[in-house]
């Protein structure tokens, strides 16, 4: 027996049908997806990075998509502004991935990063990077699905301690660093560096955060009377207050800074007390065009204006964790966390399109590479002073 349908009937069955069906359509898409979660903060005094950040992120997502994604599998980025809180950033992760099977997450800070742990473990699917350079996270035992795209705080010292090792043999060195756990972070350990280095620190000043007094600090510095001086824990003040005081004085020291302190823009903000400042950078500055670098003649081609340190930050984070990913489905392998950590892990001489202007590898949780940048207040520009560090190849 046969039935005839009109027209109007059919369409209003695959009406229903479609509504009915509407909640499952984007689901069954989602599935097919590789989700790239993130905490970002858009938001707040970490803005400034945050924006750059999920641009970079953007940007990647977008270039992999348009190359047929991964293994046929489109990437999707879904952000939730944090406001550099960690109660927020813990309700976006929960929303995240309540919503979407998860398998790649982008946190915005050390502290989040330690408090989701557990929950990253419990999970077993995610692979996790973020913000923080944090030493503590350079444990693969304590941290086995989370990792660094650069060198740890204490890895950045080191980088330093060994150019300052070569440029100068047996110098003084001062550490500054705001009374935060950021800028605890490498100190104790990086006054041991120094020593097994030939270096003396002569020095270690602590300031609040963002303090703009530091007429006594100052003081302290010049009766230490480094060679060099290290600040840590701060992204501007009081680095400017502290050099155009010091340079006042007549102090000669070279002041130097680590990754957050060291993006372009807010070098330039120094002004001329910036004129020489030196820092350790783990990539190439946007226009840095002195050698061959494919990736970031794309970024330009893409953003034809300047984009932050934090912006290759934030790219670089998602193209390690996207080739975690292709080497995962390779091997046929299902996307768990501990098998997309050991595809990261598998990553030897990895060319990162000279991102960073060498091959890298990454055994455990970071990539202890770098390299010293040196403020040119003419050009406005920051410009290397050294070739690449690497601290897996100098015993470090």
Same mark, same amino acid.
């Given at each position: ?24 359509? #984007? ?22 990075? !945050? ?18 994604? @991964? ?15 960690? /109660? ?9 991935? !309540? ?39 350079? /444990?693969? *035992? ?27 043999? !047996? ?20 006054? *041991? ?81 910036? /004129? ?5 950078? #783990? %990539?190439? %500055? ?44 390779? /091997? ?24 960073? !202007? ?14 010293? %940048? ?14 690449? @560090? ?7």
């Amino acid at each position: 027996m046969t039935f005839k349908l009109s027209r109007r009937t059919v369409l209003a069955a695959l009406v229903a049908a479609g509504l009915a069906a509407g909640s499952l359509a #984007p689901q069954a898409r989602a599935a097919d997806d590789i989700v790239l979660g993130g905490s970002i903060p858009l938001t707040g005094v970490f803005a400034f990075a !945050g924006e750059g950040i999920h641009a970079g992120i953007q940007d990647w997502v977008k270039m992999v998509n348009e190359q047929g994604g @991964i293994d046929g599998r489109m990437l999707r980025y879904v952000p939730e502004d944090t406001a550099y809180k960690v /109660d927020a950033s813990v309700a976006a992760f929960n929303k995240i991935t !309540g919503q979407n099977a998860v398998n790649l997450y982008y946190a915005d800070s050390t502290a989040f990063s330690k408090t989701i742990n557990p929950e990253l473990e419990r999970n077993g699917k995610i692979l996790m990077a973020g913000a923080s350079f944090a030493t503590e996270l350079n /444990d693969p *035992e304590k941290f086995p699905l989370q990792f660094i795209a650069g060198p740890d705080y204490t890895e950045m010292f080191g980088i330093l301690l060994e150019y300052v090792s070569k440029e100068k043999p !047996g110098a003084k060195v001062a550490f500054v660093h705001s009374d935060t756990e950021f800028g605890r972070d490498p100190i104790a350990s990086s006054t *041991e560096r120094a020593k097994t280095l030939g270096l003396e620190v002569v020095e270690t000043i602590v300031t609040p955060p963002g303090s703009v007094d530091v007429s006594t600090e100052v003081l302290k510095l010049r009766r230490a009377r480094p060679d060099y001086t290290i600040f840590h824990g701060y992204v501007l003040a009081p680095i400017p207050e502290f050099i155009n005081q010091a340079k006042q004085m007549g102090m000669e020291t070279k002041f130097m800074g680590t990754f957050w302190s060291m993006d372009n823009g807010i070098v330039m903000k120094m002004g001329e007390a910036a /004129d020489g400042f030196m820092g350790v950078m #783990p %990539y190439r %500055y946007y226009y840095d065009d002195s050698e061959k670098a494919p990736m970031l003649e794309k970024i330009r081609q893409m953003r034809p204006e300047y984009q932050s340190t934090a912006y290759l930050q934030g790219m670089l984070t998602a193209m390690l964790m996207t080739e975690a990913v292709k080497r995962t489905l390779a /091997d046929g392998k299902e996307l768990t966390g501990p098998n997309l950590k050991a595809s990261l892990n598998s990553l030897k001489d990895f060319d990162t399109g000279g991102i960073i !202007g060498v091959p890298v590898s990454i055994p455990g949780n970071s990539i202890p590479v770098g390299r010293i %940048y040196q403020a040119d207040m003419k050009q406005q520009k920051m410009v290397p002073v050294s070739d690449w @560090i690497r601290l897996d190849k100098a015993g470090g």
